[in-house]
């Protein structure tokens, strides 16, 4: 392990550093194999060479964007990042960002370091859990994985499905046929695949079920083999669901589990089969956990601060909520 170290000018510290060492932390996240130790005017980073001179390179972007636009956010550093990751991938390089090229040759990539590890965390292992508030791509990404694996043969079908369960899976007091009755909680994984398939071949792999959209209770006693599985909004599935759609898993299948865990709308007794699963699944080899965040939101930039501002009083809550019970609790000793 080598290391390098940065000097930074004390008029460039909070611009460079980020409040509270955001850019720092974001960092980070961008180069996962790094240490990085922020020391007053020194930035220290320990590493593979490798990945230090791509460290060293995408520090000096950033104290030019600084010193060119006057401010460096979290934000700019994502897009920084996301332009050194389109010229990566423009050069063929395996390392880079590009996923497949969707409908009208649309070029789709991954655009956050996270949606970066899923894409290549998807070559290696076999369960892929991908956690985060909402906006952070997670579901977007794990279909254009899945709709890539399909068009080179890796697999034979592609299998979407998510819990119904603001109809409690009973879904009978609904208008319609079984598909209009499904068809507003499987919207997004529609219109993900409209973005990637044109038209007419989309709707040829439905007919002929290649690519077959269907909410969870229909998997119960299913073997999925030689597919790509993608569980959605599995945080409103419940331990007993859970258990049951992880054990489906057939021959040469790769599954994807998507959800974020601040956002259950089970019933109040009902605990989240996606929080449990997280907790008794993270050691064992094969499985992979990627938890997103805010940074990785690649949508409109107030969804960053709407997500945010969610968090903090959801922690202001549970901090008041902790006191009162704290003061009961002494109350009662007394």
């Not at 590493?47 to 979290?74: C, I, N, P, V, W």
């Not at 390392?95 to 965390?121: F, H, S, V």
């Not at 369960?165 to 007091?173: D, I, K, Q, W, Y």
């Not at 990637?196 to 999925?224: C, H, N, V, W």
């Amino acid at each position: 392990m080598t290391d390098i170290k940065i000097v930074i000018e004390p008029s460039e510290l909070t611009d460079l550093y980020g409040v509270n060492n955001d850019n720092v932390s974001f960092l980070s996240r961008l180069f996962p194999q790094l240490k990085l130790v922020a020391r007053g005017t020194e930035l220290r980073a320990m590493g593979d060479e490798g990945q230090l001179e791509a460290f060293s390179a995408f520090f000096e972007r950033m104290r030019q964007f600084l010193h060119k636009y006057g401010r460096l956010r979290t934000d700019d550093l994502l897009r920084l990042w996301e332009e050194d990751a389109q010229d990566i991938g423009e050069e063929g390089s395996p390392e880079g960002d590009l996923i497949l090229y969707g409908r009208d040759g649309k070029a789709i990539r991954a655009r956050t370091p996270n949606q970066l590890r899923m894409l290549r965390e998807s070559a290696s292992n076999d369960l892929i859990f991908a956690i985060g508030p909402a906006g952070t791509g997670k579901t977007y990404t794990a279909v254009a994985l899945a709709v890539r694996a399909l068009k080179n043969k890796e697999i034979k079908r592609i299998i979407l499905t998510r819990p119904a369960v603001e109809a409690g899976e009973n879904l009978g007091f609904l208008p319609g046929d079984m598909r209009d009755k499904l068809d507003p909680y499987l919207q997004p994984l529609y219109d993900a695949l409209r973005d990637m398939l044109p038209p007419q071949r989309l709707l040829s792999y439905m007919e002929d079920k290649t690519i077959e959209i269907a909410p969870l209770a229909f998997m119960r006693g299913r073997t999925l083999d030689h597919a790509y599985v993608i569980l959605d909004e599995a945080q409103n599935a419940t331990a007993t669901q859970l258990k049951m759609f992880l054990t489906r898993m057939g021959e040469n299948a790769k599954f994807f589990i998507t959800g974020d865990a601040t956002q259950v709308d089970l019933p109040r007794h009902q605990k989240s089969g996606l929080v449990q699963a997280t907790r008794i699944l993270k050691d064992i080899p094969g499985i992979s956990m990627i938890f997103m965040d805010s940074c990785d939101i690649v949508r409109h930039r107030l969804v960053t601060a709407i997500v945010g501002a969610y968090a903090r009083q959801e922690a202001l809550d549970e901090a008041q909520r902790a006191t009162r019970e704290a003061a009961s609790e002494q109350e009662g000793a007394e």
